[in-house]
């Protein structure tokens, strides 16, 4: 699948999807403030009606209505697409939107979706409560490294199966485990094989971002990334994408139009102006990043450093991914009775970074996973995806590095 061009992802995002022509010559698009489109003629409302719903080949083209589509919606969908190397883009009013979209379009009751584990929180309330409720299945992938253990799960999913849909979070928060995606496309071949039809392989791709990683060109079918982090980058604004093939996409579309997910106008606006910095803000988080994580790692009050350039598995990293990413974890080194009290008297003490969840923004925000993120997760299953009471998450920014460390060192001092 090709975006379309042959030019570079940084060139592309600062003007693709945008022609001035069709804005008075405008050098940056307008932000489209309108909920309605005015029709030039009867003939010509329903002209375009029918080529909207029946995709009548008519000729009509044009908006309608704010939820069915929108010029700046337009913008930003064929700029990610582009980004993301597909055919095409779907862009909902939040990450969440877009993945409840692929569940809910794709799977039925009966069905079973296979997912790596761990799962984005949002994502693992959503197949655990609203999705069995329907009646529809899951089964979680143990190792997505190791071939044998992934092959066994492909197997405990078909033998409940259907399995229509195969989700992946790849690095995983906050583990920074890989899922080889190779592996899955040959656990999805295998599931092919057991009952007629390849299941779907959906990557969310939050944790990199398209200039980073590029799911659809690694054989996913689709990529979903929540445009609410790296993307938007200001944390101001909330938006999640798909990209896929034309096919996929439309269908994503058409259930968008009628749950209501579609995204604003002026998020559209804002997200477009983001697109254009978003290769150098990935760039600088990801050095400041790979600077926290080492000076981390050399810390005495700091046991141990989940950062995904540390991953044992680097012939996976390098296959896959183009660097990685500045969000990751740490654990204090005190006793885990001590680990709550410990990381609070730390966030407490941090004057630079902010205490906030999210991540991707120009600033660092840094957050104790167990009483945020995490709060809902029993402690077991919170414990097994490596968030104990003395870990803490930091999403690195845009600020000077020297900064960062020293209000970090600082405040580790009241540990
Ligand atoms: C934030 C996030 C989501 C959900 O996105 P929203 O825009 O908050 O709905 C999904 N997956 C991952 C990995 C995330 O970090």
């Known amino acids: 699948m090709t975006g379309g061009s042959n030019l570079s992802p940084e060139t592309l995002a600062i003007g693709h999807g945008y ?27 329903k002209d375009l009606h029918q080529a909207f719903f029946d995709g009548a080949d008519n000729g009509a083209t044009g908006y309608i209505y704010g939820r069915l589509g929108h010029p700046g919606l337009d913008i930003v969908e064929t700029r990610l697409a582009a980004l993301d190397r597909g055919e095409a883009s779907a862009i909902f009013a939040t990450g969440m939107a877009a993945i409840s979209a692929v569940f809910l379009a794709f799977l039925a009751p009966g069905d079973v979706i296979l997912h790596s584990r761990p799962v984005y929180g949002g994502t693992d309330m959503l197949i655990t409560s609203e999705l069995s409720r329907l009646g529809i299945r899951s089964v979680g992938i143990s190792d997505g490294i190791d071939r044998s253990a992934l092959m ?52 969310d791709n939050t944790f990199l971002g398209p200039f980073v990683q590029t799911p659809l060109a690694l054989g996913a079918d689709l990529c979903m990334t929540s445009l609410t982090k790296y993307a938007g980058g200001h944390s101001d604004l909330l938006a999640g994408g798909i990209s ?41 988080a990801a050095d400041n990043a790979a600077k926290i994580a080492a000076t981390l790692r050399g810390h005495p009050k700091v046991a141990s450093v989940t950062y995904v350039g540390f991953t044992p598995h680097q012939s996976v990293l390098e296959r896959q991914c183009r660097g990685a990413g500045s969000t990751f974890s740490f654990r204090l080194s005190v006793d885990e009775a001590e680990g709550e009290a410990a990381a609070f008297r730390l966030l407490d003490a941090l004057k630079v970074m902010r205490v906030a969840v999210s991540l991707g923004g120009t600033e660092t925000l840094i957050c104790h996973p167990a009483t945020t993120t995490h709060y809902a997760v029993p402690r077991e299953r919170r414990v097994a995806a490596g968030i104990t009471d003395a870990t803490l998450r930091i999403s690195v920014g845009l600020e000077n590095v020297r900064d960062l460390t020293s209000d970090l060192e600082t405040a580790l001092e009241a540990v």
């Open 19 to 45: 022609d001035p022509a069709t804005a008075l010559g405008a050098a940056k698009p307008p932000a489209y403030l309108a909920s309605t489109f005015v029709y030039p003629s009867a003939q010509a409302a």
């Open 152 to 203: 066994r799960d492909a197997e405990a999913a078909a033998d409940a199966g259907p399995v229509r849909v195969i989700w992946a979070e790849t690095p995983a928060n906050p583990t920074a485990a890989l899922v080889d995606l190779s592996l899955l496309g040959e656990a999805a071949d295998r599931i092919a094989e057991r009952q007629g039809f390849r299941p779907l392989i959906g990557i």
């Open 244 to 284: 896929g093939s034309e096919q996929l996409i439309s269908r994503l579309k058409a259930f968008r139009t009628l749950v209501g997910s579609t995204l604003d106008a002026h998020s559209a606006w804002l997200l477009a102006r983001s697109f254009e910095t978003m290769a150098l803000r990935t760039e600088r």
